[in-house]
């Protein structure tokens, strides 16, 4: 078994902060990538918040009956598309269940420590050289357009205090004195909640740069792209080998950190997880007269704005509508008419990028990291991370980083 090596499959932020993190502990990895770079999935150009605040899960208690009101709406925050698919009506059975304020909590508590971890290895990355991936810690505001959202934003403050954030709720007046170009926002404005430090960052730009700090480390990572691993061979309980279209690999320990392929490669091993996609958009252009120097979230109307490396970026929709990762035109079109209409002087719009991406969600929004319950003894999950992927991805490697060193130990 000398030659077998780390296995870890997908080179998204997941996979790479898992790759690093593993490395760093002196494991001989292999990251394989079905496609030809690095951030290719989820990971590409996603809304760039490092959102070491708002980690709330999105199931919650009130949820559902937003659900079905927006399901009546064109250009609704979320969208379903029922399919002849168990797996979408088990989560989405799941995602009902978690829809209370316990189970909310629960979720929150368990991302907030995944932040703040990751919160501070970036810290002490950045500390240690880390950059080009234009980072800034530019606060968020996030923005209520009516006063009954705002309340309740006010009651949602306090749980997140008691967890350590350090917020302001602030008026239409003071959102505007600290955030000058919301003068060119349309529409009612009840207030915003600010959070000073929250980061921004571009995700694609993270993990070239997590692959460069690899070579620069020395670390004994190979990456080997354009290799999509279509099946496992198990004996003993273990995962002996991972097929590949051109042959097999020996594998010592395997990582799943394939976001949403890795439900497919768990059913592969025996495992049904719950796992599915949750579709987004984003746009992506120079900027405007009107950029704003913060990230803000219209809450309502769930669009994020966000100024990457003088870019701005808009982020948007959860739509559960299946595998298919090519952008919906009439989706698109939806954003495109909102920015206009609320946002028009922040950025460029004729000349935006169109992107959309499969988030990895679980249904009560915590990712599954470790072990993975009655499946084969050295496979190991990295997966699920939903809309805080970005954020959460170097927590989660250590946490993976810290289990496989307490199973491993008498290796
Ligand atoms: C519109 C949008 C906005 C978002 N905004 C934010 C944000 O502001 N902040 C934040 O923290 N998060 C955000 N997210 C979420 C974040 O992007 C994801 O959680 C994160 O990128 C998931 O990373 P990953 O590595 O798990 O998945 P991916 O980046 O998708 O990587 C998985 C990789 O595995 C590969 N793979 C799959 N199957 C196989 C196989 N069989 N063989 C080989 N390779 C395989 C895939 O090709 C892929 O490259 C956003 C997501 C979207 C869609």
């Known amino acids: 078994m000398d030659e077998a090596r780390v296995l870890i499959v997908g080179a998204g932020v ?8 593993l490395a760093r502990a002196g494991w001989p990895v292999t990251v394989l990538e079905r496609r030809g770079e690095a951030a290719a999935g989820a990971s590409h150009a996603n809304g760039g918040q490092l959102s070491y605040s708002y980690v709330a899960p999105l199931a919650d208690a009130g949820v559902p009956a937003k659900a079905l009101a927006w399901l009546l709406s064109a250009d609704a925050p979320m969208r379903l598309r029922p399919r002849w698919d168990a797996a979408q009506w088990q989560w989405l059975w799941r995602f009902y269940r978690a829809c209370n304020r316990e189970a909310n909590r629960a979720g929150s508590a368990q991302l907030w420590r995944l932040a703040q971890s990751s919160r501070q290895q970036l810290d002490a990355l950045r500390a240690e050289g880390l950059d080009g991936f234009a980072w800034r810690r530019n606060g968020k505001l996030v923005l209520y357009r009516g006063a009954a959202a705002l309340e309740h934003a006010r009651q949602g403050m306090a749980a997140l205090s008691e967890l350590g954030a350090r917020q302001r709720l602030l008026d239409a007046d003071a959102c505007r004195a600290l955030e000058p170009a919301l003068a060119g926002l349309s529409g009612p404005l009840a207030g915003g909640v600010h959070t ?216």
């Open 196 to 411: 000073p430090d929250e980061e921004v960052a571009d995700c694609r730009l993270f993990c070239l740069a997590m692959q460069r700090r690899m070579r620069d480390e020395g670390l004994d990572v190979e990456f080997r792209f354009g290799e999509e691993v279509v099946g496992f061979e198990l004996a003993q309980g273990r995962v002996r080998q991972v097929w590949l279209p051109g042959g097999a690999l020996p594998c010592r320990h395997l990582v799943l950190a394939a976001g949403v392929g890795g439900a497919g490669l768990a059913r592969k091993l025996g495992l049904r997880l719950p796992l599915y996609p949750l579709k987004g958009y984003s746009l992506d252009m120079p900027a405007g007269e009107g950029l704003p120097a913060l990230s803000v979230t219209d809450f309502e109307r769930k669009i994020l704005y966000a100024p990457i490396g003088g870019r701005l970026r808009v982020a948007a929709a959860a739509d559960l509508v299946g595998y298919d990762e090519s952008p919906d035109p009439r989706r698109v079109a939806g954003l495109r008419r909102q920015v206009m209409r609320d946002w028009p002087r922040a950025g460029r719009l004729e000349q935006a990028a169109e992107w959309a991406g499969l988030r990895p969600a679980t249904p009560d929004g915590v990712p599954l990291i470790g072990r993975a319950p009655g499946g084969p003894a050295n496979l190991w999950l990295n997966l699920g991370h939903g809309a805080l992927g970005f954020t959460l991805a170097l927590g989660s490697a250590e946490r993976l980083a810290r289990e496989m060193a307490g199973e491993m130990a008498g290796e």
């Open 14 to 21: 997941i996979g790479l902060c898992s790759a690093w993190r």
